[in-house]
């Protein structure tokens, strides 16, 4: 199995505009996360699926954020619009259950200029 | 309020040597507890996960402990060697309805030979 799949790994854009991060979990999983990092901050989760449904997006920092999960290989976060704050490295990771074991990507480094 | 705290922040240890990580938490009502490894660019890896009536888990020359009365773990790493260099984080789920992940904040370990 090729693990959790993140692109683009690395993401270099400018204040304003538009920024789509992606995932695909592992085959199987039925629990999705995406997880932001910053050395301030350390990781914090921004929203979970359990089968494609969110449960809860009580991490998402404001309305410029938003996730889908239009089926089970395959996930969305976008910024619109993005700011410098948002600057992070991004993780999806996945799960068998959403109390089990999750499985993290490579992630995503966003740098917001 | 949901908190997890950890310590030391960082931590160098020379070559063989054992330590003892820490991880002390006010989650309620508690559901499981996790330590995680990450090394510097990559993304964390699942280590132990205790539920409530497991006092102690290994994983190889990782052992964590747990004791839910007075709501504190610990890693401990034995024989530490080079590859061991990095940042472990606690993470403690709350189930109330949705599950709740709170994270620690990390303490970062290096290995000197």
């Known amino acids: 199995d090729a693990g959790v799949i993140q692109s683009p790994r690395h993401e270099v854009t400018e204040m304003g505009q538009e920024v789509t991060l992606r995932c695909k979990p592992i085959?199987?999983?039925?629990?999705l996360f995406w997880y932001r990092q910053t050395m301030m901050r350390g990781l914090e989760l921004l929203i979970y699926?359990?089968?494609?449904?969110?449960?809860?997006d009580s991490g998402m920092p404001e309305d410029r954020f938003s996730a889908k999960m239009p089926n089970a290989s395959f996930s969305t976060l976008k910024i619109q619009p993005s700011e410098p704050r948002d600057s992070a490295v991004y993780f999806c990771a996945s799960s068998l259950g959403s109390l089990s074991e999750q499985f993290f990507g490579p992630g995503t480094r966003l740098t917001v200029l | 309020k949901n908190q997890v705290e950890q310590s030391p922040q960082s931590l160098i240890i020379l070559e063989g040597k054992n330590c003892t990580l820490q991880?002390?938490?006010?989650?309620?009502?508690?559901?499981?507890l996790r330590w995680y490894k990450q090394d510097t660019g990559r993304g964390p890896v699942s280590l132990t996960i205790m539920t409530f009536s497991e006092n102690t888990k290994s994983n190889g020359r990782y052992t964590a402990t747990l004791d839910a009365d007075t709501k504190q773990s610990s890693l401990h790493i034995t024989a530490s060697q080079l590859s061991d260099s990095a940042s472990y984080i606690c993470v403690v789920s709350a189930s109330s309805g949705t599950y709740k992940y709170i994270f620690g904040t990390g303490t970062r370990l290096k290995v000197l030979a």
């Open positions: 699926f359990n089968n494609n449904v969110p449960i809860d």
């Open positions: 991880c002390n938490y006010t989650v309620s009502p508690f559901s499981n």
């Open positions: 085959s199987g999983h039925n629990s």
